[in-house]
C-alpha cells in the first residue's frame, strides 16, 4: 500500500500505511477533532505542512519542528530536536526507551489539546526561535550512535517505535550498525523504510 504524499490525506483518510487506510477504523478516524485541532495551532503559527514518514509535518526555516501520530490508544504531537526544549510544564514523555530526550504529548481525549493549547504554543515557538538561530541540542552519547533518519522515523511513527522498543538491545543494534555503514541520508532513509517489516516481526536487521 502506498503511503500518503499529502498532508490533506492523512486528516481525510490516513497514513497509507495499513489496510485500515481510508476507512472508518483507521486511527486518525477515531482522533481526528484532536488531529485537526493540532494542525489548526501549526497553521496559525505559520508553519509550513508537509509530509515526511507518511505524517504531517510542520517546518520552519528550513528545520522539522514538529510531526503528528495516531494509535487507536491516542494521538500524539512529537516535536523535533526536543533537546532544545525547556519542558517548565512537564508535560513531554519519550517516545519509549530509546528516545533520547522526552519529546513528545500524548492525548488521550480531543479536549486536551484544547486544554493544553497555550502549552503547545509555547513549546512550537520555542523551537521556531531555535530553528531562525540555528541552534542544535547537545547530542547524547551512546554505544552505537543512533542515526538522526531511525530517530526521526521513531518520532514520527509510533507503531514502528513500539516495535522497535520491543526489540532486544540486540537486534535494535543491528538496525543501527546497518544504518550507520550508509554515507548518504537518502540511502538510511530507503533502508528504513525496507526494514520495517522486519522490525514489525521482532528480526534484526540480517536476520531473515
Known amino acids: 500500500m502506498a503511503m ?17 487506510f481510508a476507512t472508518p477504523e483507521c486511527s486518525t ?27 504531517p509535518t510542520y517546518i520552519h526555516a528550513g528545520r522539522n519542528i514538529a510531526i503528528f501520530g495516531a494509535l487507536k490508544s491516542d ?5 523535533m530536536n526536543p533537546g532544545l526544549l525547556k519542558d517548565t510544564e512537564g508535560v ?26 497555550p502549552v503547545i504554543r509555547s513549546y512550537l515557538w520555542q523551537l521556531m526561535v531555535h530553528a531562525e538561530a540555528g541552534t542544535k541540542p547537545q547530542k547524547v552519547e551512546r554505544e552505537i550512535d543512533m542515526p538522526d533518519e531511525l530517530i ?3 518520532d514520527a511513527d509510533p507503531e514502528l517505535a513500539e516495535a522497535f522498543n520491543a526489540l532486544t538491545p540486540g537486534r535494535q543494534k543491528s538496525y543501527m550498525f546497518n544504518l550507520n555503514q550508509a554515507k ?8 528504513i523504510e525496507r526494514f520495517r517489516k522486519k522490525i514489525f516481526a521482532g528480526k534484526g536487521a540480517m536476520e531473515r
Open 75 to 79: 494521538f500524539r504531537l512529537s516535536f
Open 184 to 191: 548518504q541520508s537518502a540511502t538510511r532513509v530507503t533502508r
Open 152 to 154: 526521526e522515523a521513531l
Open 29 to 55: 478516524r477515531l482522533w481526528i477533532d484532536g488531529l485537526n485541532g493540532l494542525r489548526r495551532i501549526c497553521r496559525d503559527l505559520e508553519l509550513e505542512e508537509t509530509v515526511k514518514w507518511a505524517h
Open 4 to 20: 500518503i504524499t499529502d498532508a490533506g490525506d492523512f486528516f481525510t483518510k490516513g497514513c497509507g500505511r495499513c489496510d485500515r
Open 92 to 117: 513531554l514523555e519519550p517516545q519509549g526507551p530509546n528516545s533520547q530526550t522526552p519529546g513528545m504529548i500524548r492525548f488521550t481525549n480531543v479536549a486536551q489539546v484544547r486544554a493544553k493549547e
